[in-house]
């Protein structure tokens, strides 16, 4: 059953009557009610196109958060072949928050990243809802470090609230995970793409998208900090988030004009959540031709590259 956001109520209710009629439809009456069910999906369909295409950036997290959207495990399963998990930080234990290993993307050996929030509440639980613990940024460090062992292109899929904030986190060194990760994001010797297919959240997300092509999906969100969490901190009251989420410039769209993302991957009429399949071709595309662009460069090249991408972010406003 297709859940519905509070602002998709217009929405909603044309495709509620659209399968009222179809109901009453099954019988003899179905070639009269016909036409009033294309009509009505027409009508529906152009409502859905409207609404999308002057999304607020509260409306924005609201869909990068859609319970329904495609998450790491649907993008691997569609993009990856052959993929061979790896489990632990070789330190701790193991975090899963965090899946990688490796695998074949169009047939090329690549190593893959991603935040995993989870689709049941079973799996929200045991993924801790896509928020890292240390372990899981030391595993991800681990990952990197090894495939610029063996020189293979790095590909990580961002969909975090931000990193596991409890004290047990920062009693095993949080911060110190965080900075390592990105450290061996900036090492790396060989391509690395991001795609930020969710939610972007502060150095939760940072650590595995130091990349020489960050992507972001038309409706995802990135920033520093959620809009409740800067809401609390700006203003004391997480009820103005709609605001904090206006003034942080969080959409891909604000994000590209201001030179923090390369790239919008667009997503399917209505939000990823509406065709998965469609949105995660469409990054596989755009990995794809990202890849394709960085695929003559050597280690050094890709090093220098990666690090003046960031140290110009915020020079040329």
Same mark, same amino acid.
């Given at each position: 059953?297709? @859940?519905?956001?509070?602002?998709?109520?217009? &929405?909603?209710? !044309?495709?509620?009557?659209?399968?009222? !009629?179809?109901? !009453?439809?099954?019988?003899?009456? #179905?070639?009269?009610?016909?036409?009033?069910?294309?009509?009505?999906?027409?009508?529906?369909?152009?409502? =859905?196109?409207? =609404?999308?295409?002057?999304? $607020?950036?509260?409306?924005? $997290?609201?869909? #990068?958060?859609?319970?329904?959207?495609?998450?790491?495990?649907?993008?691997?399963?569609? =993009?990856?072949?052959?993929?061979?998990? !790896?489990?632990?930080?070789?330190?701790?234990?193991?975090?899963?928050?965090? &899946?990688?290993?490796?695998?074949?993307?169009?047939?090329?050996?690549?190593?893959?990243?991603?935040?995993?929030?989870?689709?049941?509440?079973?799996a929200r639980i045991r993924h801790n809802f896509g928020m890292a613990r240390p372990e899981g940024y030391r595993k991800a460090a681990r990952l990197i470090e090894l495939a610029d062992r063996f020189e293979l292109p790095v590909l990580s899929f961002v969909d975090t609230a931000g990193?596991?904030?409890?004290?047990?986190?920062?009693?095993?060194? /949080?911060?110190?995970?965080?900075?390592? *990760?990105?450290?061996?994001?900036?090492?790396?010797?060989?391509?690395?793409?991001?795609? &930020?297919?969710?939610?972007?959240? *502060?150095?939760?997300?940072?650590?595995?998208?130091?990349?020489?092509?960050?992507?972001?999906?038309?409706?995802?969100?990135?920033?520093?900090?959620?809009?409740?969490?800067?809401? %609390?901190?700006?203003?004391?009251? %997480?009820?103005?988030? /709609?605001?904090?989420? $206006?003034?942080?410039?969080?959409?891909?769209?604000?994000? =590209?004009?201001?030179?923090v993302i390369d790239s919008i991957v667009p997503e399917p009429v209505g939000g990823a959540h509406r065709d998965p399949k469609g949105a995660i071709a469409a990054a596989g595309e755009a990995i794809a031709g990202a890849l394709s662009e960085l695929g003559n460069m050597g280690p050094?090249?890709?090093? %220098?590259?990666? @690090?003046?991408?960031?140290?110009?972010?915020?020079?040329?406003?």
């Open positions: 059953m297709r @859940s519905y956001l509070d602002f998709e109520k217009p &929405v909603a209710e !044309l495709e509620a009557k659209v399968e009222e !009629l179809r109901a !009453l439809g099954e019988g003899d009456d #179905a070639v009269a009610i016909a036409d009033d069910v294309g009509r009505l999906e027409a009508k529906a369909a152009a409502a =859905l196109k409207e =609404l999308y295409a002057s999304l $607020t950036p509260w409306q924005k $997290t609201q869909v #990068a958060r859609h319970p329904q959207r495609p998450h790491f495990a649907d993008y691997c399963a569609e =993009l990856i072949a052959d993929f061979a998990p !790896l489990a632990g930080d070789r330190k701790f234990g193991e975090d899963e928050a965090i &899946v990688g290993g490796f695998g074949r993307f169009r047939g090329a050996p690549v190593c893959v990243i991603g935040q995993e929030k989870g689709a049941s509440t079973e990193a596991y904030p409890g004290i047990e986190a920062e009693e095993r060194g /949080q911060a110190e995970a965080i900075a390592r *990760s990105t450290e061996a994001c900036l090492a790396l010797g060989a391509p690395n793409v991001a795609v &930020v297919i969710g939610e972007g959240g *502060s150095g939760g997300a940072i650590a595995i998208a130091t990349a020489n092509k960050v992507l972001m999906l038309e409706h995802a969100i990135y920033g520093v900090i959620s809009p409740e969490g800067a809401a %609390s901190i700006l203003w004391r009251d %997480s009820a103005r988030a /709609q605001d904090a989420a $206006t003034s942080m410039k969080i959409t891909a769209q604000d994000l =590209l004009r201001l030179g050094a090249e890709l090093r %220098s590259h990666r @690090s003046d991408k960031f140290l110009e972010i915020g020079r040329k406003l």
